[in-house]
């Protein structure tokens, strides 16, 4: 096709099983935010649990992405790109956004949930930079420095459970409304950019 570089076709041939397992990955991440939307709309609480569980199945093609490529034995730098960016979708700013809804929407509520989402684009362009450094001579990467993001499903997990409760815990400290649970998000965004954690990879 006129127009097109012989390096754009060489990109679209570059992409592996494992990558499509990567795209569903953030295509729930996109459309657990198109339910959060929904909700925010007709105030119709399946939507937001909808949005919720689609988290976690973002999480299995994660998990399966990997396992793919390594069964294949087809892992590249774009794979790992294109992982860290559907990450950032399902597990960071989807996450966010089902917060916000769920009524963590107070000012510092909102910079809680930035500070979240800021910490998990972090911790994965640190992964992608640092991921030679850190691996081994076979060149499996040997540990993660700070949690993974897709441990932000446990933050979202109990955030959903007060939601389902009907409290979030709300309070009042000098004069500055926020919730509680928001501080599930500000634990786990900081374990994420922490450089003295490290977790053995799988």
Not at 149 to 159: D, K
Request: overall charge positive; aromatic content about 12%; charged content about 15%.
């Amino acid at each position: 096709m006129r127009g097109q570089s012989p390096t754009h076709f060489s990109m679209i041939r570059s992409l592996h099983l494992a990558d499509l397992f990567t795209i569903v990955n953030g295509f729930c991440g996109v459309a657990a935010l198109f339910q959060v939307m929904t909700f925010i709309a007709t105030q119709e609480r399946r939507h937001l649990y909808v949005a919720a569980l689609l988290v976690p199945l973002a999480g299995f093609f994660d998990l399966m992405d990997g396992r793919v490529a390594r069964w294949r034995h087809k892992a590249s730098p774009m794979g790992r790109e294109l992982d860290s960016l559907a990450d950032v979708i399902s597990f960071g700013v989807a996450p966010a956004g089902i917060a916000f809804a769920t009524g963590l929407d107070s000012w510092l509520d909102q910079v809680i949930l930035m500070y979240f989402v800021g910490c998990g684009l972090s911790r994965l362009a640190r992964y992608n930079v640092t991921a030679e450094a850190l691996a081994s001579e076979t060149g499996k990467i040997r540990y993660f420095e700070g949690t993974p993001i897709p441990t932000s499903i446990i933050p979202l997990a109990l955030l959903m459970w007060g939601f389902y409760r009907g409290t979030l815990f709300p309070v009042r400290w000098l004069g500055v409304d926020f919730h509680l649970v928001a501080l599930l998000f500000l634990l786990s965004g900081s374990l994420m950019i922490s450089k003295t954690l490290r977790i053995p990879k799988p």
